[in-house]
């Protein structure tokens, strides 16, 4: 499974765009790339899922370089509820092989 | 669709006592996974299920076990519980595509304090 590597905590205030990068330099070849979303108490949710290039949902972007070996999450305007961890997986589910691993995450405070 | 529910939400329990938790995944997922949360160890993957056989395991005491029906829904169950079983326990539903791309669905959890 792919080791990924994110900042333990980014700051920032409201209406920024906020970038989270995650490292994944051992990435193989058909692995995906997923971000959650975690609040306080409650379980991730799924905020965006991609292979390569780009991709953008009503929530998030993630840009994903050519090389693969990392991947950025970006929030654009954030704001106050959009404080909370955010976690990056990195692999590919095949039958029978272990769950996606998930790390510390990135504790995002938004501030006013 | 309904999404995945556990019950119940919060539960206190002492030292000894066995404790079963229940999760209802989204119509039509077979994987359900558990995951231990704690401020210290951060997610911790229990166990997964899948189409009623336990598929992956993680590193965890055999007091802690699992099962799965016919309909999907699935318990875990911890006997001879400790103070440190205290947690906030996660399932998550899966949707995995024939390509192994996967989207986890959680659940709101159930906090269980272990007195």
């Known amino acids: 499974l792919a080791k990924t590597t994110q900042p333990i905590s980014m700051d920032s205030y409201e209406g920024q765009e906020v970038n989270i990068t995650c490292s994944h330099n051992n990435i193989a070849t058909n692995d995906y790339i997923t971000w959650y979303q975690q609040f306080p108490s409650q379980g991730p949710r799924f905020i965006i899922q991609g292979y390569k290039t780009k991709v953008t949902n009503e929530v998030a972007s993630l840009f994903i370089p050519a090389d693969r070996k990392s991947s950025t999450l970006s929030l654009p305007r954030v704001s106050l509820s959009d404080t909370a961890v955010y976690y990056c997986l990195v692999g590919r589910r095949n039958s029978g092989n272990t769950p996606l691993v998930f790390g510390k995450g990135t504790r995002l405070s938004v501030i006013a | 669709k309904a999404g995945v529910t556990q019950t119940p939400r919060y539960l206190i329990k002492t030292r000894g006592q066995q404790v079963t938790l229940s999760c209802s995944p989204i119509?039509?997922?077979?994987?359900v996974s558990w995951y231990q949360q704690t401020p210290g160890q951060g997610l911790q993957f229990l166990f997964e299920?899948?189409?009623?056989?336990?598929?992956n395991k993680g590193n965890f005491p055999g007091r802690f076990s699992g099962r799965q029906f016919s309909n999907s829904r699935s318990e875990m169950n911890v006997s001879t519980l400790e103070l440190g079983d205290s947690a906030l326990y996660l399932c998550?539903?899966?949707?995995?595509?024939?390509?192994?791309?996967?989207?986890?669905?959680f659940g709101p959890g159930t906090r269980l304090l272990v007195l």
């Open positions: 119509s039509g997922h077979r994987s």
């Open positions: 299920y899948f189409s009623e056989t336990q598929r």
């Open positions: 998550a539903s899966s949707l995995i595509t024939s390509v192994g791309q996967e989207t986890q669905y």
